[in-house]
Structures are given as C-alpha cells and as structure tokens.
C-alpha cells in the first residue's frame, strides 16, 4: 500500500532559527497536504498543493510539491514559539477516491525561547 | 459556532465495557471520517462515509462500527474495549481532500 515517510520525527531548535520537515511518498501523488496540530489540539488544515513543482507561501511558511509529486517540504523561517506543535503531510494516491489520505508520521517541533 | 464536534472529550472506562463516540458537523460536507491518533502521534484512517454510505473501511477490528444516520452524523461504537483501544479519536469531515477535524476524543481504557 501508499506510505508516506516524514522527517524529522522530531525538531528542537532555539527561536529564530529556521526549520524544514520533509515529506515522501512511495507513490505519485495526485496532491498533499500539510497540517499542524498544536499540543493537546487537533490537525488544522495549512495548504494543498496540486501542481508538479508548486511553491506556495503563507508568511513565513514555504511549501514545495515536488517535480515527480512524490515528495513535498515545509520550511518554517525564523521560528516563533507560537510555531509549536505537530507537523503532518498527507497524501492521497492517483486514482484513489477522495478522501482516502496517508498521513506521514508527523515533525514534533519545540521551540526554545 | 464548532464546525466538527464530537462528544465526548474523555472517556475513561474498564475493559471489556462497549463505548460510543459522537461527531457532528455543520458544513455541509457529504464526506466523514474516523481517525485514530495513537501515542507516537500516528494519524491513521479508520472509516469514511459518504452520504450515509460506507466508502473507506481500513484493517480495523469488528469491535468498532460505525453508524451514520445522516450525513451530518457519523458515530462510533467500540465492543468489548481492551487496553490497546487507548487513544485519541479523531472525527472529521470534508468536501474532496481538505479535512475539518474536531477536537478529539481521549478514550483511556483501564
């Protein structure tokens, strides 16, 4: 079946610095996903990305969908605390029906002050 | 107004008791999930109605079903708990891929 790797499982790094999780798929994606989940919170949808190559930004978060569409980052530049939590891209297969996603494990980050 | 929720937020109970978790949304969305979250964080699907009708049904025991009166509904029902059943489960909902998650549930089985 789908799996969907993610690295880092987990990410310490002191305010200010920046931070990446990576995202892959063992198969070619139709899209992925990325959500954050806050501690004792649930996933809260960030961004899709459709397009082979697609770069997408929301202030200082980066998403990139690969040329292949099999792998995906998220950069985070100069981190704040209130950027703590989990970290998840989720992927749905070609040919799959909607809905149907695979999670990656997920990026633990802390954020030291 | 909550757009997912689901009922209730803990539940603490012996083995072998059966339990059900309740969700609800207000969206509109045709698609509904269960998802299990287990202490490493792993997100991992169960179920997923559309319409009332069952479309995903993962490698799950058949201590737990679903229900779905409607399509704004989607409950879940766990026989004869076992401590492996600890967790956080996750209802969501959606219209193609975007998932709206409600709190969760943290069910502790002792």
Partial sequence: GQQVMQIPQYQHVQE???FTTYCNSSTTLSNIQWYKQRPGGHPVFL???VKSGEVKKQKR???QFGEAKKNSSLHITATQTTDVGT???AGR???TSYGKL??????ILTVHP | DTAVSQTPKYLVTQMGNDKSIKCEQNLGHDTMYWYKQDSKKFLKIMFSYNNKELIINETVPNRFSPKSPDKAHLNLHINSLELGDSAVYFCASSRG????FGAGTRLSVL
């Fill in chain 1, 61 to 63: 978060l980066t998403f």
């Fill in chain 1, 102 to 107: 695979t999670f990656g494990q997920g990026t």
């Fill in chain 1, 87 to 89: 970290y998840f891209c």
């Fill in chain 1, 47 to 49: 961004i899709q990305l």
């Fill in chain 1, 16 to 18: 200010g610095e920046d």
């Fill in chain 2, 97 to 100: 891929d975007i998932q709206y």
């Fill in chain 1, 93 to 95: 297969r070609g040919g």
